[in-house]
């Protein structure tokens, strides 16, 4: 398999305040990252495409401006939570595809281990 | 718009038993199928992937089977474990490499 860390792993913050999220994959380059949120019992939801180079695409309903990303290298791209408020406390994943050498793993997805974010 | 649906939502079987997760999509037009585990408070782990040309993959005590024309999947697991307890979460793939995922199906193996 491929690996993927995120940083933290749990934080908490006060309303109003920013929060950064950063993800990495550890053992190969993504141009492309991936960011989810999950609320409790429930599924995951895509919020936005993280491009390497290029501005990230928002899934329709997520505000580009509360959540900022950015892609800075071919492992990294981080996640800005602007002036958090508790509606946005949530279990943030990052995922990205590595492209195998063989058909049988192209595009498979490798996801993060979360970050619990907590907005008092 | 791709819709994914999972059943049953919650599964108990007592260990030992072999079972079979539900998947269903409705459009067919994907690139790939992903099978995931998650374990409470933490992330996913890809346990299959099917690509949209294959009809099935096998790891270990899993079994996943693809039926793109009907938008079936399933997830088989033989002699399960308390291990096994999870959540379990299909996935399809559709344009430029998007995840479309089910609401998951909680597993429970009971000793």
């Known amino acids: 398999g491929a690996v993927v860390s995120q940083h933290p792993s749990w934080v908490i913050c006060k309303s109003g305040t920013s929060v950064k999220i950063e993800c990495r994959s550890l053992?190969?380059?993504?141009?492309?990252m991936f960011w989810y949120r999950q609320f409790p019992k429930q599924s995951l939801m895509l919020m936005a495409t993280?491009?390497?180079?290029?501005?990230?695409?928002?899934e329709q309903g997520v505000e580009k401006d509360k959540f900022l990303i950015n892609h800075a290298s071919l492992t990294l791209s981080t996640l800005t939570v602007t002036s958090a408020h508790p509606e946005d406390s949530s279990f943030y994943i990052c995922?990205?595809?590595?492209?195998?050498?063989?058909?049988?793993?192209?595009?498979?997805?490798?996801f993060g281990p979360g970050t619990r974010l907590t907005v008092l | 718009k791709q819709e994914v649906t999972q059943i049953p939502a919650a599964l108990s079987v007592p260990e030992g038993e072999n079972l079979v997760l539900n998947c269903s999509f409705t459009?067919?037009?994907?690139?790939?199928l992903q099978w995931f585990r998650q374990d409470p408070g933490k992330g996913l782990t890809s346990l299959l992937l099917?690509?949209?040309?294959?009809r099935e993959q096998t790891s270990g005590r899993l079994n996943a089977s693809l039926d793109k024309s009907s938008g079936r999947s399933t997830l088989y697991i033989a002699a399960s474990q308390p291990g096994d307890s999870a959540t379990y979460l299909c996935?399809?793939?559709?344009?430029?490499?998007?995840?479309?995922f089910g609401q998951g199906t909680r597993l429970t193996i009971n000793p």
């Open positions: 995922s990205a595809p590595k492209t195998g050498t063989s058909a049988r793993s192209y595009n498979e997805q490798f």
């Open positions: 053992d190969f380059q993504a141009t492309t």
């Open positions: 993280s491009n390497e180079g290029s501005k990230a695409t928002y």
């Open positions: 459009d067919s037009a994907i690139y790939n």
């Open positions: 099917i690509q949209s040309s294959q």
């Open positions: 996935a399809v793939m559709g344009g430029a490499q998007k995840l479309v």
